[in-house]
């Protein structure tokens, strides 16, 4: 037990000078190749110890790769070391290789803010070298005359006080390009230059050779039988190019348009009963010499079809007691028409909504029988509850938003009705501002929302007029006007008109505002001074100076009530002597004070070009709350118009007056006809004369019903141009 007990302690005392040794050794030395001793086995009297041999991975020096300590950042004016680093990815303790370092300068270019990286490496140290990009102090525009610059800064993506980018530059000539080639320049060549100024900073200019225009030299169709190239050619967008077609754009080549124009033709062939028409290709030659296009449409028509039998299905409870004769446009035995199909898939939609279907899906099922026959069945089925997530407005330059979303009868949140819908286009279009207005909706997937899009084009609202010609009431006629219908895009308007004819001089100042006080009440006066010449059909003058102020406000849905009060001073003087009597007694001066109300009623599509709907308007005006001249005056006013063809109007007017006095009424008050209510009169060649004279004296009672067809001449649109059949 002695002898264990001091080997023992011997064993302990051995393990214990090796445990230090290589501990010592691997304070000061890379961690190597294990000694050959670690594999003996060594042996005390008394006491066997066996050692396990150990596998070490091989960890030699020249494989060993120290950890990065620390980053310097060299060159650096405007952006944070800080920045570079995390941009570069590169952290310090970690292990830093070859492609780590590569990774970071392709990291640090990808950020766009430089023109040069370096990155090396010295022991544990990362050194990063960088070049910074120059910010943008001005961008210009050269050489461009066909778009103006805001248009051009607004289609690129840089900026002023952005980073210079060769890569944001290249995409921004590209864009360039593309909204130059939809206005039919494709030559246009585009070289962007760089200005450099102290501080880093530069000035980039795009200097822009437009090039020629590229105009549609000629259009023809292959494949068609039914139809004649002049009549296709009306039906699209794109026109042949004309000297008279200055000011026009629809005979300059785009490549977008063409795809519209097989949207046309398609339309067109549909509504005529044409089911399986199809555009099978389209072709546009550049002519060289030139450097205009021919566009080559080849169609396949197939045949007409004709509708042999139309049918309702519903699926829904109730729905079969509305009664849809009336509101089915598409008819036995009639071609098939496309357009007769969807105003008859508006209508049951709009009929639907009224008796409480707010959402309804209508589709219309389509069956061929037969060589070239078809049946139509509408199958109506109940739709999800949809809600309005939020409306997009579009197209308003000038126009401010809140103008827009006043007359929008749906808001963020309602149920979404197409009835409503209607309206806002109708409320949109009265106001006059906008040439077009286009709503559509679409469906959130996966959703019950909607989200409704507002497109409108505006027309040019801001007028400054120089004219002369010849009227048949006030004989030749030079007027000066400049009138403003958006002033600030608030629809507020403003006008100032001078006239000169040889009956009449005039001047006029006029201002409405569409919301007063922020609320749906229009507002506004006129002041006006006319000095009117009426000798030659009643033998005296009349000069008339005052003003008008005025309100109006809606009761219901295209149902307002308007106001207004009148103050004037009119002077009849001059009279010939030889005039009738009854004129010859009232030469002097009078005061009129009047007070206006009427109702109205307006279902017309268009405020200022109505081809569809209608307008009834009442009128009482009040004479005598002050001044000398008391009397009451009525007007009834009617008119509607239709489609008689697609580009035919027929439009039916019917007026009534009536004069209920109370004392004498004045001859500047009385009713004069002009050529405008009875088409082929003279002015005032209508009513009471005095029977010696010859003098026109004005009615009391009128009656007004008269015909009127629109219809195009066969001359270009542009010219604006159109024939009337009264």
Same mark, same amino acid.
């Given at each position: 037990?002695?002898?264990?007990?001091?080997?023992?302690?011997?064993?302990?005392?051995?393990?214990?000078?090796?445990?230090?040794?290589?501990?010592?050794?691997?304070?000061?030395?890379?961690? @190597?190749?294990?000694?050959?001793?670690?594999?003996?086995?060594?042996?005390?009297?008394?006491?066997?110890?066996? +050692?396990?041999?150990?596998?070490?991975?091989?960890?030699?020096?020249?494989?060993?790769?120290?950890?990065?300590?620390?980053?310097?950042?060299?060159?650096?004016?405007?952006?944070?070391?800080?920045?570079?680093?995390?941009?570069?990815?590169?952290?310090?303790?970690?292990?830093?290789?070859?492609?780590?370092?590569?990774?970071?300068?392709?990291?640090?270019?990808?950020?766009?803010?430089?023109?040069?990286?370096?990155?090396?490496?010295?022991?544990?140290?990362?050194?990063?070298?960088?070049?910074?990009?120059?910010?943008?102090?001005?961008?210009?525009?050269?050489?461009?005359?066909?778009?103006?610059?805001?248009?051009?800064?607004?289609?690129?993506?840089?900026?002023?006080?952005?980073?210079?980018?060769?890569?944001?530059?290249?995409?921004?000539?590209?864009?360039?390009?593309?909204?130059?080639?939809?206005?039919?320049?494709?030559?246009?060549?585009?070289?962007?230059?760089?200005?450099?100024?102290?501080?880093?900073?530069?000035?980039?200019?795009?200097?822009?050779?437009?090039?020629?225009?590229? =105009?549609? =030299?000629?259009?023809?169709?292959?494949?068609?039988?039914?139809?004649?190239?002049?009549?296709?050619?009306?039906?699209?967008?794109?026109?042949?190019?004309?000297?008279?077609?200055?000011?026009?754009?629809?005979?300059? #080549?785009?490549?977008?348009?063409?795809?519209?124009?097989?949207?046309?033709?398609?339309?067109?062939?549909?509504?005529?009963?044409?089911?399986?028409?199809?555009?099978?290709?389209?072709?546009?030659?550049?002519?060289?010499?030139?450097?205009?296009?021919?566009?080559? #449409?080849?169609?396949?028509?197939?045949?007409?079809?004709?509708?042999?039998?139309?049918?309702?299905?519903?699926?829904?409870?109730?729905?079969?007691?509305? *009664?849809?004769?009336?509101?089915?446009?598409?008819?036995?035995?009639?071609?098939?028409?496309?357009?007769?199909?969807?105003?008859?898939?508006?209508?049951?939609?709009?009929?639907?909504?009224?008796? !409480?279907?707010?959402?309804?899906?209508?589709?219309?099922?389509?069956?061929?029988?037969?060589?070239?026959?078809?049946?139509?069945?509408?199958?109506?089925?109940? !739709?999800?509850?949809?809600?309005?997530?939020?409306?997009?407005?579009?197209?308003?330059?000038?126009?401010?938003?809140?103008?827009?979303?006043?007359?929008?009868?749906?808001?963020?949140?309602?149920?979404?009705?197409?009835?409503?819908?209607?309206?806002?286009?109708?409320?949109?279009?009265?106001?006059?501002?906008?040439?077009?207005?286009?709503?559509?909706?679409?469906?959130?997937?996966?959703?019950?929302?909607?989200?409704?899009?507002?497109?409108?084009?505006?027309?040019?609202?801001?007028?400054?007029?120089?004219?002369?010609?010849?009227?048949?009431?006030?004989?030749?006629?030079?007027?000066?006007?400049?009138?403003?219908?958006? /002033?600030?895009?608030?629809?507020?308007?403003?006008?100032?008109?001078?006239?000169?004819?040889?009956? =009449?001089?005039?001047?006029?100042?006029?201002?409405?505002?569409?919301?007063?006080?922020?609320?749906?009440?229009?507002?506004?006066?006129?002041?006006?001074?006319?000095?009117?010449?009426?000798?030659?059909?009643?033998?005296?003058?009349?000069?008339?100076?005052?003003?008008?102020?005025?309100?109006?406000?809606?009761?219901?849905?295209?149902?307002?009530?308007?106001?207004?009060?009148?103050?004037?001073?009119? *002077?009849?003087?001059?009279?010939?002597?030889?005039?009738?009597?009854?004129?010859?007694?009232?030469?002097?001066?009078?005061? +009129?004070?009047?007070?206006?109300?009427?109702?109205?009623?307006?279902?017309?599509?268009?405020?200022?070009?109505?081809?569809?709907?209608?307008?009834?308007?009442?009128?009482?005006?009040?004479?005598?709350?002050?001044?000398? +001249?008391?009397?009451?005056?009525?007007?009834?006013?009617?008119?509607?118009?239709?489609?008689?063809?697609?580009?035919?109007?027929?439009?039916?007017?019917?007026?009534? @007056?009536?004069?209920?006095?109370?004392?004498?009424?004045?001859?500047?008050?009385?009713?004069?006809?002009?050529?405008?209510?009875?088409?082929?009169?003279?002015?005032? @060649?209508?009513?009471?004369?005095?029977?010696?004279?010859?003098?026109?004296?004005?009615?009391?009672?009128?009656?007004?019903?008269?015909?009127?067809?629109?219809?195009?001449?066969? /001359?270009?649109?542009?010219?604006?141009?159109?024939?009337?059949? #009264?």
């Amino acid at each position: 037990m002695l002898i264990i007990r001091n080997y023992s302690r011997s064993l302990f005392f051995i393990l214990t000078l090796l445990l230090s040794y290589v501990k010592a050794n691997s304070q000061d030395y890379y961690p @190597g190749t294990p000694s050959s001793s670690y594999n003996s086995n060594y042996s005390l009297p008394g006491l066997k110890v066996q +050692t396990k041999k150990i596998k070490v991975k091989n960890t030699s020096i020249e494989n060993y790769k120290p950890s990065t300590k620390k980053i310097f950042v060299q060159g650096n004016l405007r952006l944070d070391s800080g920045v570079i680093i995390r941009d570069s990815k590169i952290k310090e303790f970690k292990v830093t290789n070859q492609k780590a370092l590569s990774n970071a300068v392709k990291n640090l270019y990808s950020t766009g803010y430089y023109q040069d990286v370096k990155i090396s490496k010295s022991g544990n140290k990362v050194y990063i070298k960088v070049i910074e990009n120059p910010i943008i102090n001005k961008i210009a525009f050269e050489g461009n005359s066909e778009i103006k610059d805001d248009m051009l800064a607004d289609e690129i993506s840089l900026k002023v006080r952005n980073v210079f980018s060769i890569d944001k530059i290249k995409n921004d000539v590209l864009k360039i390009q593309n909204l130059y080639k939809r206005l039919g320049f494709f030559s246009v060549s585009i070289e962007p230059k760089k200005i450099k100024l102290d501080e880093n900073r530069v000035n980039l200019v795009f200097e822009i050779n437009e090039g020629l225009e590229a =105009k549609i =030299k000629k259009i023809n169709f292959l494949g068609n039988k039914e139809f004649s190239d002049s009549i296709l050619k009306d039906v699209i967008y794109s026109k042949e190019s004309r000297w008279y077609k200055f000011w026009s754009s629809s005979d300059k #080549f785009d490549n977008d348009r063409i795809n519209y124009d097989k949207d046309l033709l398609k339309k067109y062939y549909f509504d005529n009963g044409y089911i399986d028409f199809r555009t099978l290709s389209t072709t546009s030659q550049l002519v060289s010499t030139s450097k205009n296009f021919i566009i080559n #449409f080849k169609l396949y028509e197939g045949k007409r079809y004709k509708v042999t039998k139309v049918g309702l299905e519903s699926k829904i409870k109730g729905f079969n007691n509305i *009664k849809t004769e009336k509101l089915i446009k598409q008819e036995k035995n009639d071609w098939f028409s496309s357009k007769k199909l969807e105003r008859s898939i508006d209508n049951l939609v709009k009929k639907a909504s009224e008796f !409480g279907f707010a959402f309804v899906n209508i589709r219309p099922k389509l069956k061929k029988v037969g060589k070239n026959k078809v049946e139509v069945t509408f199958v109506v089925s109940e !739709g999800q509850k949809f809600y309005v997530e939020r409306i997009n407005i579009t197209g308003n330059l000038k126009t401010h938003d809140k103008v827009i979303r006043r007359e929008v009868e749906l808001v963020e949140g309602d149920a979404f009705n197409l009835t409503k819908l209607d309206q806002t286009e109708r409320n949109l279009k009265s106001i006059g501002l906008f040439e077009s207005v286009t709503l559509n909706y679409d469906e959130i997937p996966e959703t019950n929302k909607t989200i409704v899009d507002l497109e409108i084009t505006e027309r040019s609202t801001g007028e400054f007029s120089v004219g002369a010609g010849f009227s048949s009431l006030d004989g030749a006629i030079g007027n000066v006007g400049i009138k403003e219908a958006n /002033l600030f895009g608030e629809a507020k308007e403003l006008s100032l008109t001078l006239g000169l004819a040889t009956r =009449k001089s005039s001047i006029d100042l006029s201002y409405t505002e569409p919301y007063f006080m922020e609320k749906d009440i229009a507002a506004g006066f006129d002041i006006f001074n006319v000095r009117r010449n009426n000798k030659s059909y009643s033998g005296y003058k009349q000069n008339s100076v005052g003003f008008k102020v005025r309100t109006g406000y809606e009761i219901l849905d295209d149902f307002r009530h308007f106001s207004s009060y009148t103050l004037k001073r009119d *002077k009849i003087h001059d009279i010939d002597p030889s005039t009738s009597r009854f004129i010859q007694a009232q030469e002097g001066k009078y005061t +009129t004070s009047m007070f206006g109300q009427a109702l109205q009623y307006d279902k017309l599509n268009d405020r200022l070009n109505p081809t569809d709907g209608y307008r009834i308007r009442f009128d009482v005006d009040f004479y005598g709350l002050g001044g000398n +001249t008391r009397h009451m005056q009525t007007e009834f006013k009617a008119m509607s118009f239709y489609k008689i063809f697609e580009d035919i109007i027929a439009s039916n007017f019917l007026e009534i @007056g009536y004069i209920m006095p109370i004392n004498d009424v004045k001859i500047n008050n009385r009713i004069f006809l002009s050529g405008d209510q009875i088409r082929g009169f003279k002015n005032h @060649g209508i009513g009471p004369r005095d029977s010696i004279s010859g003098d026109a004296l004005g009615g009391e009672q009128y009656i007004v019903l008269r015909n009127e067809i629109n219809l195009p001449l066969g /001359l270009p649109e542009e010219l604006g141009v159109n024939g009337l059949i #009264f």
